[in-house]
């Protein structure tokens, strides 16, 4: 998933540039290459696989900061996320979005402000652990059925079939 957003801010460009680090810092990010080329990234290929919270994902984030006329800074933020392995749902999303707010906000009010992604990454932990939680309970309640009806190891089958079928569904909708 990429995601693209451009924030123009009254802070100078070192400014923005101390700005940028500091909130990167303070939300998981460690810079990768040069501190010239701006570049974060956060989370882990195995994270995009098996992590309840987009923060444990896999996230590259690149900064330019350019200088306008008025010496003020335009800020473009580009983010590569790995979701390999995830249904992205849209408190997901939202959690992507508020990142980049929480950017925006700190650009904007000149000190490192984190609340609403990490308010984001709570919800979004809290809805993937009641889905799991619920594709448990349906699957293991229409495999004990299967089992029962059929007597045979393909009530098993159907059950989990089901179950994951149910699951996603309730993914979807959450």
Do not use: C
Not at 22 to 38: A, D, I, N
Not at 138 to 150: E, F
């Amino acid at each position: 998933m990429k995601i693209e957003r451009t924030v123009q801010t009254a802070a100078s460009e070192d400014e923005a540039r101390d700005l940028i680090t500091s909130f990167f810092e303070q939300t998981g990010y460690r810079q990768v290459g040069s501190p010239l080329s701006m570049v974060y990234e956060r989370g882990s290929l195995f994270g995009s696989l098996t992590s309840f919270s987009p923060r444990g994902w896999k996230v590259r984030a690149t900064v330019q900061v350019q200088p306008d006329a008025r010496g003020e800074a335009e800020v473009q933020v580009k983010q590569e996320v790995n979701t390999i392995g995830q249904i992205v749902t849209a408190k997901e999303r939202s959690f992507w979005d508020d990142e980049i707010a929480d950017l925006a906000a700190t650009l904007g009010a000149n000190k490192v402000s984190v609340a609403t992604s990490s308010e984001a990454a709570s919800s979004s932990l809290r809805q993937n652990l009641v889905a799991l939680l619920a594709i448990v309970i349906i699957a293991a309640t229409t495999t004990t059925v299967g089992r029962l009806l059929w007597g045979h190891p393909i009530g098993t089958w159907v059950g989990v079939a089901v179950g994951l079928t149910a699951g996603f569904v309730i993914i979807r909708r959450m």
